[in-house]
């Protein structure tokens, strides 16, 4: 058996064992990790470079050191000394992993074929933005009526379009003469909110563009509008590079009261991000950064307030005050935020200390403060963000269902990127799983999966896979409705077997084993528990028996089949037909914020009269939290599935076999 | 006779010649520079440090090289080797002046005993700043009404203070928290117009500073007043850096014509000395730079679009076009002058391309708009700014009298600093002078004298000493009425002395001779036939007959007795009594726009309805000019000088004996 050691790639957090010895090349593309390489490993492209890390990552169990890598090779020095290797760069074709490492893909060693987790979601958007262009041409200076230029760009904007006298940024002012000059008097100017000129170019200028973001906890995705006609023109997202710091918020803030200046070195990794994605979206489209005139953001609040420069140390914990929850509108620059030199950024108001922009974003999204019936909107991220209601009142709250619907803390659980299993189906009778993987279309059942799965592989589970698994396991009989998974009576299979003192279900034998343990349906069950009982605070309080209308915001909520999210009753029941994903409603909540400006006044009058429920000082959450562990008898989604609402009783642990029990040892010592 | 060369202080602008081998620290005591010296030049105290420069400085005839200066010596490698001694410095009285050399007196070597030539005129006002402080303690949070920090502090001045909801910096957002925790939930914020929240302080805050500039072409000038007593608690000046660049506004619109990137050099070398003069006038008050948070600046149109960092190339020529002539108010770090994170900085509006916000300070200052009668007010600089009106009309004009009244372009001219000539009388009999220094206040013809000047010197003449030993001079016969030198028929005296085709008037001889020649003469009649010309034309556009009332701005219409002026014929004639110094207005002006702000929405009222008159195309302005160029015959001043009013008529130029011809070559070979 070839000694394997443990990886793991930044920012994708993509991670694997990979025998001593295999490159980090070879390592990338194993894990679906998205490293260009043209010239095929042959060092000559140059196009693979990593900068692997040193340090502890007590979360992944890694020690990574340099001499995790063989040493420099002469085709490494040769680049080196060429300088088209950059200080502490490797190429990812020619170093070795020899010990555990973790190793940064900087953004330009990136092809970005990353998969889109959070997808842009055609939405009807009446484009009424914040700025507006005007053209103008101005008069020639006139020695007898001594006014000033500026005094001149004012007057013809006055006259030809009806616009009160403005104020001009010192910057742009700077500009005025030398653009007058180049373009034979003509200029065109942006105009903030009818109020201010951020922006001069000589001759006439058509178009401007905007970025909407959504920084998450994990992932920041950007979308890339033309101002003008509202269209999105590109869209770009990475991991949140603070993951670095702690996987969760709680990690981050941790990290914060722990390390001096821990706050501004999250706020400085998570702002040169933002300009990354600029950056690449503007080279997507076409334009010029220098184009981007405004912005919005929306996030949870502790990545809201670190990306405003603000200590979130206070949101660690009780009475988890924030600093402001009101919209904020600087210049991007001072948020180091590389755009035009005047464009503005805007982050949508927070709810509560736990209760986010992110969430403004989704109402935003889904107006359900203009809605007749009641409805349960739920955003799937680190933590599960709750707002229910109608037109006469609005009730919100945070469920910390931990990261496993997101694949954290799950035994094989990974990003969705490209070779991640996302959806599976049990035999009943056989207990013989097929399933799919993110970039390839074939069932692992079918043929040609083998050569259609080649190129991406099949490198773990996402979250909505977690989901289907466990509720598959759960319709099938493999676990019981404690969630405790154990053999089948009259179905023998060596797909369940004995880990310790429990038992896994194994999803995929090949280069890698993909199981599901004990512990990971645990995780599934903590996190569903707490969304559950989240809901249902919400369902109580607002006085109701049950809600009209479901929609699940965010990545996850895109991804996953409702109809298993019911099974495992991760939502109270709901008519299923009225039950959907609402796509990446942040996400699109900071777009109309970005194109629609009046929805940024209405969303700051909407949000505080939002009732706010703490789950934390809930005495009945916790009771709520214990009954929802169980998985559900019946809901209208067992019928959808066309399955047997009789479940076998929960069953007395069979021993295993010989045969299994070898198999077993040698996966726990792959894992290992 | 020993060799002479020539030496240059910066930024004083003090010249003179100094023997081959004189140390610099010598030079400097001998001329009247401001270079501090505590050991008595025994190479200790190492507080005499000078920065030699090396180049071109045409205007002064001088090429300035680092070997111009004695190799170093083992006293200044020591202090260099202790890092005492700066890269590139010298030690003043160690490094002896071999060649003709320009040499930098930084900041730190200065004792600043300069003349306060813009000295703070007591002035009534009434304190109605821009910004207010209001202290509250904010309610303990509650995580059953989980509004942010910001809502809260929001809410406490709307129900305390009475103030409207009002938005806050997100600089000082982030200091919120950290306040509240450290003061026991009480701060102070400073409010911005009634608008916005600028700065938050832990606990009870009652001082704020604010920050009033007169930036003229050579000298800078700050006052540093109480934000809520109005008190002025300090006051700092400089020389103008940008003198390094040209002398003259024109000059320096030259050099950024000719160099790219001269325009981004003067911006930020003024701003440096607006940091310096700030950080000085901080430490002389025992306050933090930190604690002023408003800042107004007058200046003139070329040194304002400097100092706002926008190229003034566009005022050098016709049609003298202003990018703004209104009011601009930005963040103070925006211009990189680094005050509170937050200050404001706000320069007051121009006039015209001529006419600028130092102008609009003495109208600040002066309210012409508000008289009954008609004023006349003239800033003298290095041009002449005039404004006339009463509250009916005014009129505006700038006259390009050049520097001469200022000791430019004049043999022994020299700015307004200790060992400067201000006061001069000439015998009418004898022809013999007598004069007084700055910084001693004895005559020169007191028997004191010679031990009371010991400490200043006699370094030259100033502004006010030229007009009154031009108009002593033709009081006395010495200069006809078109201003030519000549001997005084049965008045034989070696003071007048030949000077190839011309003559010369001797004020001094000592170490050094001072002389007034007919080039000298002619610059000031030059000068004020300009002054003459532009009032002249005000005064017809107007179309009344005489003025009211004439009042001096400036540094040099502090320092002159008006009587002389009238004498030459500077101003116009009028009633003596209604003639004065207004002190330095335009400073006035500023300071009035820092401690009450509606001032600033009245100058930016008033401004626009100015008449502006463009000299350069006014056909009448060169007939004026040359009318002007005469002595006039009479005025009231003669009367009040007591001096009989029949003068000789223009004499033919006597020869000049043996003895004298010896004296004059004596005193060509020093001045060569």
Redesign the interface.
Known sequence: MEEEVSVLFMPSGLRGQVPVGTTVLQAAQRLGVDLESICGGQGQCRKCQVLPQEGEFPKHGITSRADHLSPFTETERHHQSKKRLKEGRRLGCNARILGDLVVDVPEESQQHKQHIAKAVTAYDIQVQPALHLFTVTLPE????A??????RLQQALVSEHDLPLM?CE??Q??L???ALEKASRQVTVAVYQFEKIIAIWPGEKKEVYGLAVDLGSTTIAAQLCNMITGEVVATADTMNPQIRFGEDLMSRVSYVMMNEGGDAAMTQVVREAFNQLARRAAKTAGIQVEDILDMTVVANPIMHHLF????PT?LGG?????????T?V?RAA?LDIHLHAEARACTLP?I??HIGADTAGVILSERPDLADEFVLLVDVGTNAEIVLGNRDRLLAASSPTGPAFEGAQITSGQRAAPGAIERVRINAETLEPRFRVIGCEAWSDDDEFAEKSKKVGVSGICGSGIIEVVAEMYLSGVIDQDGVIGPVEGKPTDRIVQDGRTWSYVLHESERSIQITQNDVRAIQLAKAALHAGARLLIDRMGIEKVDRIGFAGAFGSHIDVKYAMVLGLIPDCNLENVGSVGNAAGTGARIALLNFPSRLEIGEIL?KVE?I?TA?EPKFQQYFIEAMAIPHKTDAYVELGKVVNFPPPKPKAESSEGEERKRRSRRRRRA
């Open positions: 200076p006139d020695m007898h001594p006014i000033s230029d500026k005094r104020d010192l910057s002012l700077r005025l003469q030398p405003l420069g603000i200590d206070p009780a009475p988890f005050t924030l600093t402001t929850d009101q904020q600087v001072e927070c509560a200390g505080p706010k703490e000082i």
